[in-house]
C-alpha cells in the first residue's frame, strides 16, 4: 500500500504559477499527475518514473508544466507556469508499477488538490 498526499493548489490568475507536492509513503516504478475538471473525465498529464527515464507530458501541457523528483523525500512536484483557466481542475498524483498516460493502470491515488485559474 502507498499513500499519496498531494499540496500546493490554490488559486491564481491567469498567467500565474503553482507548485504541485505529492509525498509518497512508499515507491512505485512510476509516478503521475492527472486532472479532473468537473463534468469531465480524469486526464492525463504528466507521468515520470522514480530511476530518472523519461518524462511524458500531455501536449495541452507541454511547455509550461515541469515535473520533478526529491528521491529522498520520496515527493514529486509539478511545476505548472502560464496557467490557464482551462487548466482549472482537481489534480490527483498517483503510483503505479506500470505507468503510461492511462488512469486505469495506476494503483494508488492521492486525495487530490484543486487548481482554480481565474481569466
Known amino acids: 500500500q502507498v499513500l499519496l498526499v498531494e499540496s500546493g493548489g490554490g488559486l491564481v490568475q491567469a498567467g500565474g504559477s503553482l507548485r504541485l507536492s505529492c509525498a509518497a509513503s512508499g515507491r512505485t516504478f512510476f509516478m503521475g499527475w492527472f486532472q479532473q475538471a468537473p463534468g469531465k473525465e480524469r486526464e492525463f498529464v504528466e507521468a515520470t518514473s522514480w530511476g530518472g527515464g523519461s518524462t511524458d507530458y500531455a501536449d495541452s501541457v507541454k511547455g509550461r508544466f515541469t515535473s520533478s523528483r526529491d528521491n529522498a523525500k520520496n515527493t514529486v512536484y509539478l511545476e505548472m507556469n502560464s496557467l490557464k483557466p482551462e487548466d482549472t481542475a482537481v489534480y490527483y498524483c498517483?503510483?503505479?508499477?506500470?505507468?503510461?498516460?492511462?488512469?486505469?493502470?495506476?494503483?494508488?491515488w492521492g486525495q487530490g488538490t484543486q487548481v482554480t485559474v481565474s481569466s
Open positions: 498517483a503510483a503505479s508499477g506500470g505507468g503510461g498516460s492511462a488512469p486505469q493502470r495506476y494503483d494508488y
